[in-house]
Structures are given as structure tokens and as C-alpha cells.
């Protein structure tokens, strides 16, 4: 077993992987950047070292600054969490030339995965259904009209090295391409380096469902059931929940089984989700994430296991300590991303906490890593806590969260719980009725913009740093 675990990352994902460690009797090393210095992740970690200043660059995506902090410490091992390094194969690559555990899948999936073109080839080659689309990416403007008409607009162009909805135009009109295709491959060169595109059909009013996996270094590869995430806000998860209310039971199985089948094919190690889009009657593979989730909680809610522990496991050579045929889901969870953002505008709403009081009950479980008098950065990503409920059925999750967002207080700066609140109010959430487009609806005409709702891209951190 490992005996010292750094961890790259920050918030209430450092927290958690903390103590993930604490159960298991391994030691742990926090990184900070400047401003982090008194958080908490920091106090909990056995050991803490300083990466550098608040911009992240030079700090918590300062690899050889991480690298050293490993090394000075003698860690065994590096978990990244979520966002920042944890899909980086480059990272990865270097954590096994220093004689480093990278916690995470090797490096050759991590790249095979996040070059979106090459992972939906790859998915297609291992049985998944894919959109109908470009193979590969699209090398001119000729090939891409050539394209769109064949698979007939409304088409999507994305970015091979795409996250966080960057680098991606819905076109309506063939008209429309060339100035769409344009605009798309300026913004992916400048947020990515890397301008290649592709071409999917559109699909109107899809929902997001994503199957979370576990995959050891002996070839066993299991799934723990679905999330459905599809109340997004320009391409990035507000609520997920699990399982899906769209999916019967023997949908559920076939989803959990191909994604299980491609897992396989491809040689994945440790956790993984597969994204995908669905119609209400067809599935598509979208993405792959090759790292924990922010969403996780709700499928540990659900299944009674800890992610983060068989992370660990899984990393240091034990095989999975469950097969398919012992999984047992129990219940409905719900999770609320709680972000310091202004619930009118969603502007970032960074400051002091002047009161941070925390809802509890039953089936009630918040993961964070801030508290009253904690200071919330401006530097990095918004989400300030996770709130999770389970219950028996999806009627009394949606109570509960309700009595639980009605008891957690925040003072000192602005968050999304108004918001939340009110969509567990929403006579279509309630029923279950919805798409990725369910936010342009529910919120006021003033915050939404061209690219408001939920798209093919999906939603989630993506890989942008946390």
C-alpha cells in the first residue's frame, strides 16, 4: 500500500481525497498556492508545501513545482482529483519517469480520450454508438460543407481538444458554415493550441446520462450505474442525479453494458465516465472524463462505495473487490453544485463568509472545503460546496433537498441555492421532464445568451482548471 499521498488539487476534491487516505492509514501532502495558505485542505493534509503564487499556471498547473513538492516529501503517489493536472497526459507521463504512482489511467488513454475526434473513433471502432459525423477531424472548410450536407444540418462544429463549450458553433444553414467554422477554430487555437475541428448532427433536445466506471489493472471493469446531468447552464452541471428518471431498467442495463464493453476494449484503468447523449430513444457516445468526478458523490450515495478508496486500491495493483453481479443501487440521490455566484446574473460572487451554516438530517451530506470566516478567491473555479440527499424514491430526494437547501445558510456573498431552490420547485423537473435545454426556459430572458443551455458538448468541469 501506498505510504505518503500527495494531492494536486485544491477545495473540497483535496478534502475529500484526504480523507479517502485517513481510512486507509496513508499519509498525505497538500499543494497551495499563495492565497490557499490557510485553507483547509491544508490544516488536514500531514504535510503542505507552496507551489507558487494565486494565477494557477505558476502554481497548482506548475508541474515540475508539483513534482518537487512530491519528491521533497517522498510521496509514493499523486492523486489529481478533478480539473487542473488530472487530464493531463503529459503530467501523467512525468509522474511515471519520476517513479511516481499517477492515480488516474496511463498516459496513453488519457490523450487517446481527450482528443474528442480520436476517442469517438476509437468508441465507434469498440461497439458504442456515435452521432453521425465527421471521421476524424475536419482538415478545410471544403471538406466541411461536403460533410454537413451529407449528414444534413442543424450540424455542430467542435473542437478536437475541446472543454467547457470553447470552440464550438450549432449551424442551422449550410449559409452559415463558413463564418461558424471560422470563428470556431480562432477560439479552440487560442484556448487549446490547437484549432483542429469536427462536424456532429445537432441534436435538438437531448439529455445528458453518463455511466461511471471502475476498471483495475487486471482487466475488471464494472459500471455503478448512471447519472443523469442534464440541468446545465452553458455547458457546465448544476444539478446530477441518480439514477436517471428517463431510463427504464432495461436501458439502464444496456448502457451500463456497452459502456463496460468499450472500457475494455480500450485497456482502461482505475475511474472513468463515459458521457453520453440520448434522445428518448437512442444513445450516443459524447466524451470520456479519465478522473473522479465532481459528481460522484451521487453514485456513492447510491451503491454504498467509496470512489476515491477504490481509486487508490485500483492504483496500487489490488484488484476490484466487487463484481458486477455484487452491486446493489438503493434509492435516488441528488446533488446541487453550490457556486458563489450572483443567483440573477451567475457572476462570480468571491469574498469573506461572513456565516456558513450547513443543513443535516438524514440522507443529508455536504462536501466543502470552506467555513464561516473562510475567504472565497477570485482565482479559481466558483463551487464552494457539494450538496448531496438520498431517499428511497426520487419524489422524497427532491423533498429532502429542498428542506436541505432551505437550511443551509450562507452569508457574506452570493450563491446559487435560490436558483436551486426553485428549480426542485419546477412542476417539469418534479415530472422529470426535460433536456439540456431545461435552464434557457426556467431563468429570466436576461441571463441567457446564444449559447445558454446544455449541447452536445455536455457539461461537466470539462478541463478546466478547478
Not at 418 to 445: Q, V, W, Y
Amino acid at each position: 500500500m501506498f505510504k505518503k499521498i500527495l494531492i494536486a488539487n485544491r477545495g473540497e476534491i483535496a478534502c475529500r481525497i484526504i480523507w479517502a487516505c485517513k481510512e486507509l492509514g496513508i499519509q498525505t501532502v497538500a499543494v497551495y498556492s499563495e492565497p490557499d495558505r490557510d485553507a483547509l485542505h491544508v490544516k488536514l493534509a500531514d504535510q503542505a508545501v507552496c507551489v507558487g503564487p494565486a494565477a494557477a499556471m505558476r502554481s497548482y498547473l506548475n508541474i515540475p513545482a508539483v513534482i518537487s513538492a512530491a519528491e521533497v516529501t517522498d510521496a509514493d503517489a499523486i492523486h489529481p482529483g478533478y480539473g487542473f493536472l488530472a487530464e493531463s497526459p503529459h503530467f501523467a507521463e512525468v509522474c511515471t519517469a519520476c517513479s511516481i504512482k499517477f492515480i488516474g489511467p496511463p498516459a496513453a488513454i488519457i490523450q487517446l480520450m481527450g482528443d474528442k475526434a480520436r476517442a469517438r473513433s476509437a468508441m465507434k471502432s469498440a461497439g458504442l454508438p456515435v452521432v453521425p459525423g465527421s471521421d476524424g477531424p475536419v482538415k478545410s472548410i471544403e471538406e466541411a460543407r461536403t460533410v454537413a450536407a451529407r449528414i444534413g444540418p442543424p450540424v455542430i462544429i467542435k473542437a478536437v481538444a475541446g472543454g467547457g463549450g470553447k470552440g464550438m458553433r450549432i449551424v442551422r444553414s449550410l449559409d452559415d458554415l463558413e463564418i461558424s467554422w471560422l470563428t470556431a477554430q480562432n477560439e479552440a487555437e487560442a484556448a487549446f493550441k490547437n484549432g483542429e475541428l469536427y462536424i456532429e448532427r445537432y441534436i435538438e433536445e437531448p439529455r445528458h446520462i453518463e455511466v461511471q466506471l471502475l476498471a483495475d489493472e487486471h482487466g475488471n471493469v464494472v459500471h455503478l450505474g448512471e447519472r443523469e446531468c442534464s440541468i446545465q447552464r452553458r455547458y457546465q452541471k448544476l444539478i446530477e442525479e441518480s439514477p436517471s428518471p428517463a431510463l427504464t431498467e432495461a436501458r439502464r442495463s444496456e448502457i451500463g453494458a456497452l459502456a463496460v464493453q468499450a472500457a475494455r476494449e480500450i485497456g482502461y484503468q482505475n475511474a472513468g465516465t463515459m458521457e453520453f447523449l440520448f434522445d428518448s430513444k437512442d444513445f450516443y457516445f459524447m466524451e470520456m472524463n479519465t478522473r473522479i468526478q465532481v459528481e460522484h458523490p451521487v453514485t456513492e450515495m447510491v451503491t454504498n462505495l467509496d470512489l476515491v478508496r477504490d481509486q487508490i486500491l485500483i492504483a496500487d495493483g489490488q484488484p476490484l473487490e466487487f463484481k458486477q453481479e455484487d452491486l446493489l443501487f438503493s434509492g435516488h440521490a441528488i446533488e446541487c453544485r453550490i457556486n458563489a455566484e450572483d443567483p440573477d446574473n451567475f457572476t462570480p460572487s468571491p469574498g469573506r463568509l461572513n456565516t456558513f451554516t450547513l443543513p443535516g438530517g438524514p440522507g443529508v451530506r455536504v462536501d466543502t472545503a470552506v467555513h464561516s470566516g473562510s475567504v472565497v478567491p477570485p482565482y479559481y473555479d466558483s463551487m464552494v460546496a457539494k450538496l448531496i440527499v438520498r431517499a428511497r424514491t426520487r419524489p422524497q430526494a427532491i423533498t429532502r433537498m429542498r428542506r436541505a437547501l432551505e437550511s443551509f445558510v450562507v452569508e457574506g456573498i452570493k450563491t446559487l441555492i435560490p436558483p436551486h431552490h426553485r428549480i426542485m420547485e419546477d412542476p417539469d423537473f418534479i415530472a422529470g421532464n426535460f433536456s439540456t435545454h431545461f435552464m434557457e426556459r426556467f431563468l429570466p430572458a436576461r441571463t441567457n445568451s446564444k449559447t445558454e443551455g446544455g449541447t452536445q458538448e455536455g457539461g461537466g468541469a470539462g478541463r478546466r482548471a478547478r
